[in-house]
């Protein structure tokens, strides 16, 4: 077990472009969240999946975000017509059930939007 | 929306000194857990505390959670320059949720 990866670790985009970004969670994980972090600051729930379920999308998602999880593995998290204000640390994490179980989280990907 | 908010948001000390950190909310959690994050890496997990009043110990560093479960404190006992990083609480308000995270404090040991 190699832990949750993202892919890719730095994206530099401009502003208009359309960005995915990939996400391994551990195997045996039925839950995956995606969270943005801004510098210095704590991560920011963005949505969660159970299996390939989406159960929850924060209100704070704009609807250029879309994330999928087609066979309950690995997730895409994609941004439609990026903007500067998209510039942040986009994390990955997995945990098996909710609540106290804890969870795993990747290294991430930072966007940078020109 | 929970809102968790920790304090202080910055502290900067000398090795060998002690600190506490602490996380508040008006509301309850279930549960509520503790991680350390470094630059340029996830958060990962310290501690997770479900019972109002427990008190947990991970070497120099311990953790208690609020008898009515709305807040929890973090002491670090003679803190060392590995220590240094950024520690998030995240609460999760019902058993099943997900975590919803503090703003993280970011503490800085100076040898």
């Known amino acids: 077990d190699t832990g949750v990866s993202q892919d890719p670790r730095h994206k530099i985009t401009k502003r208009g472009q359309n960005v995915t970004f990939r996400c391994d969670p551990i195997s045996e994980h039925n839950r995956l969240y995606w969270y943005r972090q801004t510098l210095g600051q704590g991560p920011e729930f963005l949505t969660y999946f159970q299996n390939e379920a989406q159960l929850e999308k924060s209100r704070l998602l704009s609807d250029r975000f879309s994330a999928e999880r087609p066979k309950g593995s690995f997730s895409t998290l994609e941004i439609q017509r990026t903007e500067q204000g998209d510039s942040a640390m986009y994390l990955c994490?997995?945990?098996f059930g909710g609540g106290a179980s804890p969870l795993h989280f990747g290294n991430g990907t930072r966007l940078t939007v020109t | 929306t929970q809102l968790l908010e920790q304090s202080p948001q910055f502290l900067s000390i000398q090795e060998g000194e002690n600190l506490t950190v602490y996380c508040n909310s008006s509301?309850?959690?279930?549960?509520l857990q503790w991680y350390r994050q470094e630059p340029g890496e996830g958060p990962v997990l310290l501690v997770t505390v479900v019972t109002g009043g427990e008190v947990k110990k991970l070497k120099r560093l311990t953790f208690q959670f609020g008898d009515a479960r709305k807040d929890s404190s973090l002491h670090i006992t003679a803190a060392q320059p590995g220590d240094t990083g950024l520690y998030l609480c995240a609460g999760a308000p019902n058993a099943g949720n997900m975590l919803t995270f503090g703003g993280g404090t970011r503490l800085m040991v100076k040898p």
């Open positions: 994490a997995s945990s």
């Open positions: 509301s309850v959690f279930s549960s």
